[in-house]
């Protein structure tokens, strides 16, 4: 597929691409014209809802891959890098959020569960595209991450712990990328209305719909930013959390009635 000046369009690759956030920011980049490699563990569920859009066949393409199988994501990785290029963009989007109690044996695995998926997954959607892309001196690496990132949550020890090593690996990156012409974009939702968030038994509020989500997603990743947290509202929210002295933080959290959450995940 080529742009109207006869050059090829630009390539956006995203994992957890069949639902939620991830289908929103697909169908945003492919409204403006990208070639899509989308990436799902649901990969028959994903090719169904692209023929759905009715986009030309050479605008698109599927590759199955759980995240945290690392020799999946590699073969989707170079599957994109001998079928359609290296992306312009890279946004490592599949993730996990569940709550965990400590004190059970049990939820030890849970853990591991969740850095293997919001981090290590993260990490293994990223490398494959990063030597190409400083060759080429151009690309965004986009992480996924969220306003649970920034101090810890009673009930969400390893969905915090894993959206903040997130937020960690990509600032450590984009000090070693920046050289390079690399730029990494971190983006921190707040509540977005999805599949996952709809099973949600907790007041959410500044709910956003996904389409909106994408809309401000994509116009941030094009720009370059550092750090984005959406809708703003939650980023004031964001911004009081993180400064808020530990302990008043400490006395208001544990105040709180926390129930332990049932898993959910991107596709």
């Known amino acids: 597929m080529s742009s109207p000046n006869g050059q090829m369009a630009p390539l956006l690759f995203i994992t957890g691409a069949s639902?939620?956030?991830?289908?929103a920011l697909a169908a945003?980049?492919?409204q403006a014209?990208?070639?899509?490699a989308l990436v799902a563990r649901r990969g028959a569920l994903l090719q169904q809802w692209c023929a759905e859009q009715g986009w030309p066949a050479s605008q698109w393409a599927v590759y199955e891959a759980d995240v945290r199988d690392l020799a999946q994501i590699q073969i989707a990785a170079q599957a994109c890098l001998q079928q359609q290029g290296v992306p312009d963009v890279v946004v490592a989007n599949a993730g996990i959020s569940v709550g965990i109690d400590l004190s059970y044996q049990e939820d030890l695995a849970v853990l591991k569960d969740l850095l293997d998926t919001?981090?290590?997954g993260l990490?293994?959607?990223?490398?494959p595209f990063i030597d190409a892309m400083k060759q080429r001196r151009s690309g965004y690496l986009v992480g996924m991450a969220s306003v649970a990132s920034v101090r810890g949550l009673p009930g969400h020890a390893g969905y915090c712990a894993a959206k903040g090593a997130v937020v960690q690996l990509c600032e450590t990156l984009r000090g070693e990328l920046q050289a390079h012409g690399v730029k990494v974009v971190t983006l921190a939702p707040g509540y977005i209305d999805t599949p996952l968030t709809r099973e949600n038994d907790y007041p959410m509020p500044f709910l956003m719909n996904?389409?909106?989500f994408a809309e401000q997603a994509f116009r941030a990743i094009q720009q370059g930013v550092r750090w984005r947290v959406i809708?703003?509202?939650m980023g004031v929210v964001a911004s009081i959390m993180r400064w808020l002295p530990r302990g008043l933080?400490?006395?208001?959290?544990g105040a709180q009635q926390h129930r332990k959450k049932r898993r959910r995940s991107d596709p």
Do not use: H
């Open 19 to 23: 639902s939620g956030i991830g289908q």
């Open 28 to 30: 945003r980049y492919a």
């Open 33 to 36: 014209g990208w070639r899509l």
């Open 118 to 120: 919001n981090v290590l």
């Open 123 to 127: 990490a293994a959607t990223f490398q």
């Open 210 to 212: 996904a389409a909106d």
């Open 231 to 233: 809708p703003w509202q």
């Open 249 to 253: 933080f400490d006395r208001i959290v």
